[in-house]
């Protein structure tokens, strides 16, 4: 029985395969359009997951009829397709029949049965789903029992992406920029105001005084372009003090030392670490945003396919089958610094975790600088350390356990920043991603690597230029190399 999941028709498109209830394939559309968080399926993705065969059934991961009559209610006008889905998948000749569920409950499904926890507090915070926009789970066993909802236009989400408008950068896609920016500004300088001009008191857990769906560009209109970082950083300090508050609420609705985390919010790896101050254990499904509800609209009509995280991988994307030895790869490195990798399954998610990533030498003074010349990144943007997970905690200050850093959720204190300039951040944090002894390619080349100069980490980005998707095919990774000058090995 084959069963896709899709996520499609608002932003950054998704879709899972399951083949006799076992997961098999996820791709997020744009890595096969080469559009930048394309909204739409694709006929290149479509064909790519039918080698498992025809799909039996499609699971939608939000219900359109509900999402339709709150476009009406925000003044977005008639939106067809959000009102036909069957219409819209058959212009990509996908016929089978089409379960839906709710938006948030395809974020907390694809959390909690992905966790491993047999209970957990499931929090879901994005910017909007049908109207919901930030919902509390109690989720035991194959059950999952909403406790707390509150909806449009009070969303933490759309505030934080009205912020990146403000901030001079592209909403719903570059609040990751946001995030980087803030260790460059004064986060006490505006806190206060942006509490009081946007806050409010209420019976809600976060309310707010006005509707931030269509941004806020005019905020503080005497603020120059001189203000932004200051504006990033006290958006991101206003953030993580409403986001504890959250799981401070979070708490008294599910008492459990299990915490799921969901939701496009989730990924703020800033403000992450702060949940390990109210729960013991912590799980954030590697791509917890819209486009991993293509895994979660399946489970959510199927909990009894829970996945075991031990066998839970983000790699369930389109395979290249490497050509290239791990040594020879190693060897590159350290005579010319990066190189690029694309080898083995895509990363299912927004993070390369080492099968689609431009790999460096961390210890270089300059490379931080080269790295972001070729990807066209702003110079003050962070990169991230990709290490052997069983030495992390003599690198960095872990919260959790060195397992939890495994797919870059949580940012770190590194404890030796003069060592490794290329993968720490102007505040001394970087975020982690962990390798366990997996037997994987790129747990290879990192003890390889470490044989080889004593050092147990890369430099991981991923391999893409800034405004376009990961590398995905041979095809991408021979035009990446030609257009860029860098070598990419398959």
């Given at each position: 029985?084959?069963?896709?999941?899709?996520?499609?028709?608002?932003?950054?498109?998704?879709?899972?395969?399951?083949?006799?209830?076992?997961?098999?394939?996820?791709?997020?559309?744009?890595?096969?359009?080469?559009?930048?968080?394309?909204?739409?399926?694709?006929?290149?993705?479509?064909?790519?997951?039918?080698?498992?065969?025809?799909?039996?059934?499609?699971?939608?991961?939000?219900?359109?009829?509900?999402?339709?009559?709150?476009?009406?209610?925000?003044?977005?006008?008639?939106?067809?397709?959000?009102?036909?889905?069957?219409?819209?998948?058959?212009?990509?000749?996908?016929?089978?029949?089409?379960?839906?569920?709710?938006?948030?409950?395809?974020?907390?499904?694809?959390?909690?049965?992905?966790?491993?926890?047999?209970?957990?507090?499931?929090?879901?915070?994005?910017?909007?789903?049908?109207?919901?926009?930030?919902?509390?789970?109690?989720?035991?066993?194959?059950?999952?029992?909403?406790?707390?909802?509150?909806?449009?236009?009070?969303?933490?989400?759309?505030?934080?992406?009205?912020?990146?408008?403000?901030?001079?950068?592209?909403?719903?896609?570059?609040?990751?920029?946001?995030?980087?920016?803030?260790?460059?500004?004064?986060?006490?300088?505006?806190?206060?105001?942006?509490?009081?001009?946007?806050?409010?008191?209420s019976n809600k857990i976060?309310?707010?005084?006005?509707?931030?769906?269509?941004?806020?560009?005019?905020?503080?209109?005497?603020?120059?372009?001189?203000?932004?970082?200051?504006?990033?950083?006290?958006?991101?300090?206003?953030?993580?003090?409403?986001?504890?508050?959250?799981?401070?609420?979070?708490?008294?609705?599910?008492?459990s030392d299990n915490l799921?985390?969901?939701?496009?919010?989730?990924?703020?790896?800033?403000?992450?670490?702060?949940?390990?101050?109210?729960?013991?254990?912590?799980?954030?499904?590697?791509?917890?945003?819209?486009?991993?509800?293509?895994?979660?609209?399946?489970?959510?009509?199927?909990?009894?396919?829970?996945?075991?995280?031990?066998?839970?991988?983000?790699?369930?994307?389109?395979?290249?089958?490497?050509?290239?030895?791990?040594k020879e790869i190693a060897?590159?490195?350290?005579?010319?610094?990066?190189?690029?990798?694309?080898?083995?399954?895509?990363?299912?998610?927004?993070?390369?975790?080492?099968?689609?990533?431009?790999?460096?030498?961390?210890?270089?003074?300059?490379?931080?600088?080269?790295?972001?010349?070729?990807?066209?990144?702003?110079?003050?943007?962070?990169?991230?350390?990709?290490?052997?997970?069983?030495?992390?905690?003599?690198?960095?200050?872990?919260?959790?356990?060195?397992?939890?850093?495994?797919?870059?959720?949580?940012?770190?204190?590194?404890?030796?920043?003069?060592?490794?300039?290329?993968?720490?951040?102007?505040?001394?944090?970087?975020?982690?991603?962990?390798?366990?002894?997996?037997?994987?390619?790129?747990?290879?080349?990192?003890?390889?690597?470490?044989?080889?100069?004593?050092?147990?980490?890369?430099?991981?980005?991923?391999?893409?230029?800034?405004?376009?998707?990961?590398?995905?095919?041979?095809?991408?990774?021979?035009?990446?190399?030609?257009?860029?000058?860098?070598?990419?090995?398959?």
């Amino acid at each position: 029985m084959i069963t896709w999941g899709i996520s499609a028709n608002s932003h950054d498109a998704a879709l899972a395969v399951f083949c006799d209830e076992k997961l098999v394939f996820a791709s997020h559309s744009e890595r096969f359009s080469g559009k930048k968080n394309d909204k739409d399926l694709c006929k290149e993705l479509i064909e790519y997951a039918i080698q498992w065969g025809e799909p039996d059934g499609i699971c939608w991961y939000e219900n359109p009829y509900l999402k339709t009559v709150r476009q009406l209610y925000a003044g977005q006008g008639w939106k067809w397709n959000s009102n036909n889905i069957k219409k819209y998948l058959a212009q990509y000749g996908v016929t089978a029949p089409v379960k839906y569920t709710s938006h948030h409950k395809s974020h907390a499904a694809a959390g909690f049965y992905t966790s491993g926890f047999s209970e957990a507090c499931v929090v879901v915070i994005d910017a909007i789903g049908e109207f919901e926009t930030l919902t509390i789970w109690h989720g035991r066993g194959k059950k999952l029992k909403k406790v707390y909802s509150q909806g449009y236009p009070h969303s933490m989400g759309l505030w934080y992406s009205a912020m990146t408008q403000r901030c001079h950068l592209k909403p719903n896609e570059e609040e990751y920029i946001l995030m980087g920016m803030a260790a460059y500004g004064d986060p006490y300088k505006l806190n206060t105001r942006i509490l009081d001009d946007f806050f409010q008191d209420s019976n809600k857990i976060v309310s707010f005084k006005q509707n931030l769906h269509r941004g806020c560009k005019d905020w503080a209109p005497e603020l120059t372009i001189n203000d932004t970082f200051d504006i990033a950083a006290a958006t991101q300090w206003v953030y993580e003090l409403q986001f504890e508050n959250i799981l401070k609420q979070a708490k008294q609705h599910v008492d459990s030392d299990n915490l799921v985390l969901m939701g496009g919010c989730a990924l703020n790896c800033l403000a992450n670490p702060i949940a390990y101050k109210h729960f013991d254990r912590v799980w954030i499904m590697p791509n917890p945003g819209d486009a991993g509800s293509a895994i979660g609209a399946v489970l959510a009509h199927k909990p009894e396919w829970r996945i075991d995280p031990k066998h839970f991988t983000p790699f369930i994307g389109y395979n290249i089958e490497p050509t290239t030895g791990i040594k020879e790869i190693a060897d590159y490195i350290l005579n010319n610094k990066m190189c690029g990798v694309a080898q083995g399954p895509a990363e299912f998610g927004p993070r390369a975790l080492g099968n689609r990533s431009l790999l460096a030498d961390p210890r270089g003074p300059d490379v931080k600088d080269r790295v972001n010349a070729i990807k066209k990144r702003q110079q003050f943007r962070p990169f991230a350390p990709i290490i052997l997970e069983e030495m992390a905690d003599n690198y960095f200050d872990l919260c959790g356990n060195s397992s939890d850093h495994r797919h870059m959720q949580f940012i770190s204190r590194c404890r030796h920043p003069e060592l490794f300039p290329a993968i720490i951040h102007r505040d001394g944090t970087s975020r982690v991603q962990t390798v366990p002894r997996d037997g994987s390619r790129i747990r290879r080349l990192l003890e390889t690597w470490y044989q080889m100069t004593g050092c147990p980490m890369l430099l991981n980005t991923s391999l893409n230029i800034k405004g376009q998707p990961m590398v995905n095919n041979e095809i991408d990774a021979r035009n990446f190399e030609a257009q860029y000058g860098v070598k990419v090995f398959t």
